[in-house]
């Protein structure tokens, strides 16, 4: 018996298209419209679509998911300096989504410039000069340290690091980059060489080669590679550096450490690339966490807080000597999506609102006052608790275990804290609000903490 495709085809097209329309009924109505019947909906039907669409081990891996798989809290609306899932329960926000709502949940200037640069235009024709690209390149060569001028933009970190080696190996016909141990650069296979957790990049070797990882912080060590390296003939092209190591449990370098970086990359001829993309854009108390120790690089990648927490945007930006090798071909490297309209409108809201609102200030002074109060909370559980640290809002709670720090996070969840942990490090805890969280809701937070060590 033959089978009838397209009546297949036409009947699959009708429940998809019904199943749309109620899925964007739900989009359209306000929060306060949701009824418990919707929420009891949405939260089933987003725990069965993770198992049989998504990917299941999702499931294992939240907290926020029963053992049964039969309840779990959806997330559904944020606002200020929290979240609100699908029932209503509010929790305040210190994980930033991994550092991206440094300007807060919904910044009404951004939204504005976004939602009024979609009615204008929401992409650009990819032939025309787009205005607001220029803008933002612009406004980035203004604030960025040192002679950084000239910038790429992108949509995600990843992105932003691929960008960032392939401007390196265009700049001179070295092809060995250093990177450090414990580092998080993205899972693309550029990044993903230069990022250090083997459980990641085992099943994808080999990987791209010329590339070498020292310990972090140790300056003999990257000095006695570099001098090896040139001994051997293979001179190092970049260093790839995050100033402070997010993913590997907030991990903040000797002061003296970037700016010996800085020197050794000088003697031996090699770029300094600085990976700002969670550091960047006042989450540790200046607007580049460079900043913090005099040091200007050659490349500084960015992305997650640059969008502003409402869309996706990267960039990649390189001083004229460096990045003059994309003049001839600008073709050379291209993306569909990075530095469209929406997402420049959105990065340059947001540029202005960290400026006209201090927001690297109050970082600063703020994470002082939250990284103290979370220090004389957990005195008295050195059993469970091995070192809180951090600079700025950028802060990490590492524990003697890690299913000391997961059990730990499962509690602040259950009272309304959102907290997890680093990719990297899993015994560490990142503690990352939005810069303009109020001290009221981090006194909460200490308390919270306070209380869940007990």
């Not at 051997?232 to 370098?253: H, K, S, Y």
Request: proline share 4%; net charge negative; hydrophobic share 40%.
């Amino acid at each position: 018996m033959s089978i009838d495709w397209e009546t297949q085809a036409n009947e699959k097209y009708a429940d998809a298209s019904q199943y749309a329309q109620k899925v964007l009924d739900l989009i359209n109505k306000s929060n306060d419209a949701i009824t418990d019947e919707d929420a009891s909906w949405i939260t089933q039907e987003t725990v069965d679509c993770f198992r049989d669409f998504v990917n299941p081990g999702f499931l294992d891996y939240r907290k926020t998911v029963t053992k049964d798989k039969q309840f779990a809290a959806v997330e559904w609306s944020d606002e200020g300096e929290s979240f609100k899932d699908v029932n209503g329960k509010k929790y305040i926000d210190c994980l930033g989504g991994f550092g991206i709502y440094n300007v807060g949940h919904r910044n009404p200037k951004v939204v504005q410039a976004v939602e009024n640069q979609m009615h204008r235009q929401a992409l650009h024709s990819q032939d025309l000069l787009d205005p607001l690209r220029a803008f933002l390149a612009k406004l980035l060569a203004q604030i960025t340290p040192g002679d950084l001028q000239y910038s790429f933009f992108t949509n995600s970190g990843t992105e932003s690091v691929e960008c960032g080696l392939k401007l390196a190996k265009l700049y001179s016909d070295r092809s060995t980059i250093l990177a450090a141990t414990k580092a998080f650069h993205g899972k693309s296979l550029g990044s993903l060489t230069a990022t250090a957790k083997g459980v990641f990049r085992k099943p994808f070797m080999p990987l791209v080669s010329g590339f070498r990882h020292v310990a972090y912080g140790d300056i003999e060590m990257m000095e006695k590679t570099m001098e090896a390296c040139h001994l051997v003939g293979e001179d190092v092209a970049a260093v790839l550096l995050e100033p402070i190591q997010g993913e590997g449990g907030v991990i903040v370098p000797p002061d003296d450490y970037l700016p010996k970086v800085r020197a050794l990359c000088d003697k031996y001829g090699a770029l300094l690339i600085l990976d700002e993309v969670q550091t960047g854009m006042g989450r540790t108390g200046k607007m580049f966490c460079c900043e913090h120790y005099g040091v200007a690089p050659d490349i500084i990648c960015l992305a997650k807080a640059l969008g502003g927490g409402i869309v996706p945007a990267g960039a990649v930006v390189a001083s004229e000597k460096v990045f003059k090798n994309f003049f001839p071909n600008p073709f050379i490297h291209t993306t569909t999506f990075g530095g469209n309209p929406l997402a420049c409108a959105a990065a340059i809201a947001t540029i202005n609102v960290l400026i006209d609102e201090h927001l690297p200030e109050r970082a600063a002074e703020m994470g002082a006052y939250m990284l103290q109060g979370l220090r004389d909370a957990a005195k008295g559980h050195e059993d469970k608790v091995m070192e809180i640290r951090g600079k700025g809002l950028m802060i990490g709670i590492e524990f003697q275990e890690d299913q000391i720090g997961y059990d730990f996070s499962k509690k602040l969840f259950d009272k309304g804290v959102l907290v997890a942990g680093t990719l990297v490090n899993a015994k560490t805890i990142r503690i990352e609000p939005p810069l303009t969280i109020k001290k009221e809701d981090i006194d909460k937070v200490i308390a919270t903490v306070a209380e869940a060590l007990k």
